[in-house]
């Protein structure tokens, strides 16, 4: 599962995550499309709004970045 695909399946909107992890819905874009440009403090957020573990969330990352 992407970062993109773990979204949708919380049913949260992109423009949302942005707000909260404070990047454009561009940057967003790709952060999700490209697994890049994701900090230790980004994972954290998107952890707490996924309700997942950074774990997780790196895991995602990696997958958006092929």
Do not use: W
Request: overall charge neutral; aromatic content about 6%; hydrophobic content about 30%.
């Amino acid at each position: 599962m992407n970062l993109k695909q773990l979204r949708l399946s919380k049913g949260i909107s992109p423009s949302f995550v942005a707000s909260k992890i404070g990047v454009t819905y561009r940057h967003f874009n790709r952060i999700e499309s490209e697994g890049t440009c994701l900090t230790e403090d980004r994972e954290e957020i998107l952890a707490v709004i996924y309700d997942t573990t950074i774990e997780d969330i790196k895991k995602c990352a990696k997958e958006s970045e092929r």
